[in-house]
């Protein structure tokens, strides 16, 4: 079992930047792959970008690549989301993730554990 703390979210606006955290607890963290998903009102959950176990391989949506970059700090047990040139439609409820799996994937349901959210709000 791993537990996940999601922290960082806020009202923006346009074009500014946030750095999103994602605290992990119980079982060793650097033992799952990593992700990042939003969900915005009326719409399904969407994979943003995963990380692997090191670190090494990651994986990001058309929709966010180029302004958002995922990364961890295992010895922290600590995943982020730095997101630049934030744009209205970023609007959303961010979740971290974790899954018990070697590879990268995108699908919602290989995901275990999530955290409770964090809201995003960017303004125009």
């Known amino acids: 079992q791993v537990q996940l703390v999601e922290s960082g979210g806020g009202l923006v606006q346009a074009g500014d930047s946030l750095r999103l955290s994602c605290a992990a607890s119980g079982r060793t963290f650097s033992n799952y792959l990593m992700g990042w998903f939003r969900q915005a009102p009326g719409k399904e959950r969407e994979f943003l970008a995963a990380?692997?176990?090191?670190?090494?391989?990651?994986s990001y949506a058309d929709s966010v690549k180029g302004r958002f970059t995922i990364s961890r700090d295992s010895a922290k047990n600590t995943m982020y989301l730095q997101m630049n040139s934030l744009k209205p439609e970023d609007t959303a409820v961010y979740y971290c993730a974790a899954a018990t799996l070697g590879s990268v994937v995108r699908a919602v349901l290989s995901y275990n554990y999530w955290g409770q959210g964090t809201q995003v709000t960017v303004s125009s």
């Open positions: 990380i692997s176990w090191t670190g090494g391989i990651t």
